[in-house]
């Protein structure tokens, strides 16, 4: 299975955007990139997921490089809601259909 | 119901109890997977359903741990002779089709603590 690299940790300010990074070198052509997040005492979530293009939705930004070695999960703007664990996940249909979930990266928003 | 829910949502069981711990998935969801989250750690995979068939249980820690869905909607998955070391979040998380590009929700999860 390709593998991800993510920060252990993050800190950022409230109301200031954050860029989570994500190194994937190993990716196949048919991995997608998810991204799942998770707050204390609750689930995993999902935020967002792409292929080779940059995606955006309500919650957060995705940019994937050109070379798809790498991406990037963008929060425009932090609250105290998204302390959370964000996982970078690669995962596709030809590759099975389990979730292989690192350590994460533990994202502290101070106030 | 409008997410995936899971009880008990935690659970106390002394070293060598049985315990059965229970999913509800999405209505229609056609694929259902457990995971266990050890404190400090991402989930880990254990099992996955697409409706009543069992797939892959490629994760399960021992032959203590077992997994039913037989209807194909609630699944149950289930420890024997629980020990320690099976303290754990027990996390159930459904889909609609199979493959991780449909996306899944993940339930709270069941807190297990053997003492």
């Known amino acids: 299975d390709a593998k991800t690299t993510q920060p252990n940790s993050m800190e950022s300010n409230e109301e200031e955007p954050v860029h989570l990074p994500c190194n994937h070198s190993t990716i196949s052509g048919t991995d997608y990139i998810h991204w799942y997040r998770q707050l204390p005492s609750q689930g995993p979530e999902y935020v967002i997921h792409g292929l080779t293009s940059n995606v955006n939705n309500r919650m957060a930004s995705l940019a994937i490089a050109e070379d798809r070695k790498s991406s990037t999960l963008i929060l425009h703007r932090a609250t105290l809601r998204d302390a959370a664990v964000y996982y970078c996940i690669l995962g596709s249909t030809n590759s099975g259909y389990a979730l292989n979930f690192g350590k994460g990266t533990s994202l502290l928003v101070t106030p | 119901g409008a997410g995936v829910s899971q009880s008990p949502r935690y659970k106390v069981a002394k070293r060598g109890q049985d315990v059965a711990l229970r999913c509800d998935p999405i209505?229609?969801?056609?694929?259902l997977f457990w995971y266990q989250q050890a404190l400090g750690q991402g989930p880990e995979f254990l099992t996955y359903?697409?409706?009543?068939?069992?797939?892959?249980k490629s994760g399960l820690p021992s032959d203590r741990f077992f997994a039913e869905r037989p209807e194909g909607s609630v699944s149950t998955l289930k420890i024997q002779r629980t020990q320690q070391e099976d303290s754990a979040v027990y996390l159930c998380?459904?889909?609609?089709?199979?493959?991780?590009?449909?996306?899944?929700?993940f339930g709270s999860g069941t807190r297990l603590t053997v003492v």
């Open positions: 359903f697409q409706n009543e068939a069992q797939l892959d």
């Open positions: 209505s229609g969801h056609v694929s």
């Open positions: 998380a459904s889909s609609l089709r199979q493959g991780p590009i449909y996306g899944y929700t």
